[in-house]
């Protein structure tokens, strides 16, 4: 009776593991993210930006600080139209 009882005990046991196991496999296979999905917070921050203008001269105005942010043909500078107008 003894004997039954420990191979009794043993098969429950085994069954309580294999049952965990397949539980935690398919979590693992099923709960993840797909690989190809990259998610992170933070600050890009550009370190040289090359400006320049289709006319040379001097500065008169600037209209942006320094990390201001910027769109695509916005004016930042206005250039000291004295010379230009002087040749005219």
Do not use: F
């Amino acid at each position: 009776m003894e004997q039954k009882r420990k191979i009794g005990l043993l098969l429950a046991a085994l069954v309580v593991v294999a049952v965990v196991t397949i539980i935690a496999g398919w979590r693992l296979v099923h709960d993840r993210k797909p690989i190809e999905v990259l998610v992170a917070n933070g600050t890009i921050e550009a370190t040289e930006v090359e400006v320049s203008s289709k006319l040379p001269g001097r500065i008169a105005q600037l209209l942006v600080k320094e990390g201001d942010v910027v769109q695509a043909n916005q004016v930042i500078a206005r250039l000291d139209t004295a010379e230009i107008e002087a040749d005219v």
